[in-house]
């Protein structure tokens, strides 16, 4: 990232005490797994067009949970950006529109 992204999400965090709020987001990780069942189950029912855009190379699920989510979600789609960590949106943002559009004209053709 260059580094004006850097110091602009740095100050984005520390406005208004914002650091104050990652131990409590960080909870996060250990709610993923006290509610999966819900969370998933919730997911495996839905009538909803899904499409999963995930990178292959994040570093908290190396695209496990993708794919679980995926082989739960009966019809729903799935889309690995390759070489791309936690925040594709970021880190590789015209490969995740690309993809991200082709889900949304993909579930209006359904």
Known sequence: LPEAEIDAMWELLIRNNGKDA????TQYLRERQLFWHRWVGGLKVTN???HL???NEDPITGGTIARIH???????RLTLLE????????E??????TALLSGLAGSLDR
């Open 22 to 25: 990652l131990p409590r987001i």
């Open 48 to 50: 909803l067009h899904t």
């Open 53 to 55: 855009l995930w990178g």
């Open 70 to 76: 995926h082989e739960e979600m009966a019809g729903s």
């Open 83 to 90: 070489g791309v960590g936690h925040y594709p949106m970021i």
């Open 92 to 97: 590789a943002p015209e490969r995740w529109a």
